[in-house]
Nanobody, 122 residues
């Protein structure tokens, strides 16, 4: 099974920035759609966006469009989630996932990382 590891989470003040990384081991990512998701305790997982396998199609949810960006570095086997202008409501566990279809729904993905916590607080 494809293994994914997220990193880059932490505590940041409102208005700050973080860059999360999603790195694959055992397999390469160049043939996979990579999605980013977040989940607040007690709530359903929210899809943030995805990067197509070629990297030429990046779709973001309206809730983060203009603040977040997804990029891919196949040479490093890594997909990034750049997070700017962070707000307290962005606090969540952030996870990446690999799939075969360019969809924002979590149901389209089967291979998941363990997640990295992002906390936005003053």
């Amino acid at each position: 099974q494809l293994q994914l590891v997220e990193s880059g989470g932490g505590v940041v003040q409102p208005g700050g920035s973080l860059r999360l990384s999603c790195t694959a081991s055992g397999f390469t990512l160049n043939r996979y759609v990579i999605g980013w998701f977040r989940q607040i305790p007690g709530q359903d997982r929210e899809g943030l966006g995805y990067s197509s396998s070629s990297g030429d199609d990046t779709t973001l949810a309206h809730s983060v469009k203009g603040r977040f960006a997804i990029s891919r570095d196949n040479a490093k086997n890594t997909v990034y989630l750049q997070m700017n202008s962070l707000r307290p409501e962005d606090t969540a566990m952030y996870s990446c996932a690999a799939g075969n279809h360019p969809l924002i729904s979590a149901w389209a993905y089967e291979n998941w990382g363990q997640g990295t916590q992002v906390t936005v607080s003053s």
